[in-house]
């Protein structure tokens, strides 16, 4: 059976925006300030977690109130909003969507808060290129869960996840994007670090318009 691709899922930061977000500061800030408040206990390893999975970790103890889970995401945003700040867009990325506009279904699915990514985005005057951008607020859990993705096809029930692409730069990405279903691309990613972690890219690109030569119908296996 073959399939038409009919939409592409997009990570947003380092894939269509290249912004000067502190990810490493973002996650040491609210793992500390976690252990500050004895949510999580010391000596994780800053090695194997994002800052989504340290969430994730600190949302499954139970012990956040409301009151210390807004502090945490508001330490998130801070850095999200100071990092895109003049966030330019990766090469060809404006062409890119151009193009693809009006052919096929176009979402954002980011880990950043909605306000802060659509201030980049329409900085940068691509916002309007896309039909659904989905922010952390929209998600039951960031990314490497599935949520975002899971979302996306929810909006769009008449397609199915193999008519979709996913395409990113982080293991997160990927991770999310295969437990939906959705097969994933990867931009200039560190395939041996998405390997160690379970992800599998069907396809590596080092430049963001050579997706274009994965659009075409392909063989389902």
């Known amino acids: 059976m073959a399939f ?3 939409g592409i899922v997009f990570d947003m930061d380092n894939t269509l925006l290249h912004s000067s977000i502190d990810f490493g500061a973002m996650k040491r800030d609210i793992y500390a300030f976690l252990c500050d408040h004895r949510i999580l206990p010391q000596g994780l390893s800053m090695n194997t977690h994002t ?16 009151e210390l889970c807004h502090a945490m995401w508001d330490i998130a945003k801070e850095h999200e909003m100071r990092g895109m700040i003049g966030a330019d867009l990766e090469a060809d990325a404006r062409e890119l969507v151009q193009r693809l506009h009006g052919q096929l279904i176009l979402a954002i699915v980011t880990n950043n808060a909605l306000e802060a990514a659509m201030a980049a985005l329409k900085e940068n005057r691509i916002a ?17 869960a599935p949520d975002g993705y899971l979302e996306v ?19 997160v990405d990927g991770k999310a994007s295969e437990s939906a279903g959705i097969p994933f691309i990867a931009y200039r990613g560190d395939i041996a670090k998405m ?4 992800v599998f890219p069907f396809a590596e690109i080092q430049h963001i318009q050579d997706v274009i030569g994965y659009l075409q119908p392909r063989t389902a296996k």
């Open 195 to 198: 390997n160690s972690m379970g």
């Open 128 to 144: 309007h290129y896309f039909d659904l951008i989905i922010g952390r607020e929209a998600m039951g859990l960031l990314k490497p």
């Open 153 to 171: 096809l929810k909006r769009f029930p008449q397609t199915s996840p193999k008519e979709w692409l996913s395409v990113g730069d982080a293991w």
């Open 4 to 6: 038409t691709i009919k």
């Open 51 to 66: 800052t989504s999975t340290i969430i994730a970790e600190a949302m499954n103890t139970g012990l956040l109130s409301e």
